[in-house]
Antibody
């Protein structure tokens, strides 16, 4: 069974950079059929897609965050990562990693497997 | 970007009730819509994709319909484990977007 597990710091200072990693187990990240993405949810609020990456390195980003975000993949470790720069309190959220089918290959490409999520608080 | 508007934002219902949640898109998107259930402190769980196809393992009391700009999720007979927040998500175009959520509470 596919499992995704987020890891990273729970507390980051304003203006600093957040780095999170998602470790994929029970399946290979190196499949043309899938993209690997990040979604966040501020406490008590809704879901926001951040960006997604294909194992070949192709990325898609939310324009609202694109200037501050990098999503990358490490196939040798079967994991992918999120880097978010210039943090403010508004970036305080639960960050989820998730898989979705490759929309260039599949008609339907919704998120189908999710990690448990990790709370990141931006505070001095 | 495609904006998704869910209604209602919250509702109170009793066990056994039939409940319908709607999701309206700001532009047509065929059937490229999914529904998720989220319980407090948990990750979203996929229920429906392609507007009406049930994810594997999801009970048939959940059903989805719609195409273009108007979609709905129906729970045929609400059970205690169904009290949660429900989100729609479009994947017709990047950026992917989610509706604001509908919280289903116990009356």
């Amino acid at each position: 069974q596919l499992q995704l597990q987020e890891s990273g710091p729970g507390l980051v200072k304003p203006s600093e950079t957040l780095s999170l990693t998602c470790i994929v187990s029970g399946g290979s990240i190196s499949s043309n059929d899938y993209y690997w993405g990040w979604i966040r949810q501020p406490p008590g609020k809704g879901l926001e897609w951040i960006g997604s990456v294909h194992y070949g390195g192709t990325t898609q980003y939310n324009p609202s965050l694109k200037s501050r975000v990098t999503v990358s993949v490490d196939t040798s470790k079967n994991q992918f990562s999120l880097r978010l720069m210039s943090l403010t309190a508004a970036d305080t959220s639960v960050y989820y990693c998730a898989r979705h089918p490759n929309c260039h290959v599949h008609t339907d490409c919704p998120f189908d497997f999710w990690g448990l999520g990790t709370l990141v608080t931006v505070s001095s | 970007d495609i904006q998704l508007t869910q209604s209602p934002s919250s509702l109170s219902a009793s066990v056994g009730d039939r409940v319908t949640i709607t999701c309206r898109a700001s532009q047509g998107m065929s059937t490229h819509l999914a529904w998720f259930q989220q319980k407090p402190g948990k990750a979203p769980k996929s229920l429906i994709y392609g507007a009406s196809s049930l994810q594997s393992g999801v009970p048939s009391k959940f059903s989805g319909s719609g195409s273009g700009t108007d979609f709905s999720l129906t729970i045929s007979s609400l059970q205690p484990e169904d009290f949660a927040t429900y989100y729609c998500q479009q994947y017709a175009t990047y950026p992917f977007t989610f509706g604001g959520g509908t919280k289903v509470e116990i009356k």
